[in-house]
């Protein structure tokens, strides 16, 4: 049976949760087990989000937060450690939890070579994929203090930037808050309005975006922030 293409969200509008349910990102084909484990984490008090492929998989993962990816390893379109590397190639640290058929130690390591944190082999216990994610998504709430972006690290506690010469740079609160935005997502392309929502709530004047923009520039030069015509601005690289 085919279902019709579910509408591409427009990254220009992802706006942080409100409320305090976590969400997680399904990635399954089989529409039965898929369905099964959106009911169930729903009951557990997550917001899931499902996705049918791997392309769709990766867009996703690559424009949304989400506090664990539960992802399939046989995926049409793009298979699940395609789209595991390509996640953490493009920076995600999203936790993510690798499903499979394939239960063999060498299917395992795979798993976790290319960047996941779990693996689980299907058939598995409905209550242990539950006490997983939940491990996951409370590991992914820790604060991590440092964002790695092409040329340097932010410490966000510290706000300071250490470039990859081993030259340290210090932030403003706003240049660090901006910076740390841009970098924990770096294939997005943020409008003025959603930093403006994200980073500068308080502000009253959107030309604040563009101000902190011309500061993180003065200081690492312009490749840092790209501009993308029309639309905002996106992480660059030094
Ligand atoms: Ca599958």
């Given at each position: 049976?085919?279902?019709?293409?579910?509408?591409?969200?427009?990254?220009?509008?992802?706006?942080v949760?409100?409320?305090?349910?976590?969400?997680?990102?399904?990635?399954?084909?089989?529409?039965?087990?898929?369905?099964?484990?959106?009911?169930?984490?729903?009951?557990?008090?997550?917001?899931?989000?499902?996705?049918?492929?791997?392309?769709?998989?990766?867009?996703?993962?690559?424009?949304?937060?989400?506090?664990?990816?539960?992802?399939?390893?046989?995926?049409?379109?793009?298979?699940?450690?395609?789209?595991?590397?390509?996640?953490?190639?493009?920076?995600?640290?999203?936790?993510?939890?690798?499903?499979?058929?394939?239960?063999?130690?060498?299917?395992?390591?795979?798993?976790?070579?290319?960047?996941?944190?779990?693996?689980?082999?299907?058939?598995?216990?409905?209550?242990?994929?539950?006490?997983?994610?939940?491990?996951?998504?409370?590991?992914?709430?820790?604060?991590?203090?440092?964002?790695?972006?092409?040329?340097?690290?932010?410490?966000?506690?510290?706000?300071?930037?250490?470039?990859?010469?081993?030259?340290?740079?210090?932030?403003?609160e706003r240049e660090s808050a901006l910076l740390e935005r841009l970098?924990r997502?770096?294939?997005?392309?943020f409008?003025r309005a959603l930093l403006l929502e994200e980073v500068f709530a308080d502000a009253?004047?959107?030309?604040v975006v563009?101000t902190y923009v011309?500061?993180l520039?003065?200081?690492?030069?312009?490749?840092?922030?790209?501009?993308?015509?029309?639309?905002?601005y996106?992480?660059?690289?030094?």
């Open positions: 049976m085919n279902t019709p293409a579910e509408p591409v969200p427009d990254s220009r509008f992802y706006t949760d409100v409320d305090d349910r976590v969400r997680v990102l399904i990635a399954e084909d089989d529409s039965r087990l898929a369905g099964m484990l959106d009911a169930l984490l729903r009951s557990e008090g997550f917001d899931v989000e499902l996705a049918r492929d791997g392309q769709r998989a990766l867009h996703l993962g690559l424009t949304s937060a989400y506090g664990a990816i539960v992802l399939d390893r046989g995926l049409p379109a793009l298979e699940g450690l395609d789209v595991l590397r390509g996640l953490r190639e493009s920076g995600v640290t999203t936790p993510i939890l690798v499903l499979s058929a394939l239960g063999t130690p060498p299917d395992r390591v795979d798993g976790l070579n290319a960047g996941a944190e779990d693996y689980l082999a299907k058939p598995f216990d409905i209550d242990e994929l539950v006490a997983r994610v939940r491990a996951l998504t409370r590991r992914a709430s820790a604060v991590v203090p440092t964002v790695r972006f092409p040329g340097g690290r932010l410490d966000t506690e510290s706000r300071t930037v250490t470039l990859d010469d081993g030259e340290r740079i210090a932030l403003s970098a997502r770096p294939a997005q392309v409008s009253d004047d959107p030309g563009d011309h500061h520039r003065r200081k690492f030069g312009r490749s840092l922030v790209e501009t993308v015509r029309g639309v905002g996106r992480m660059g690289s030094l």
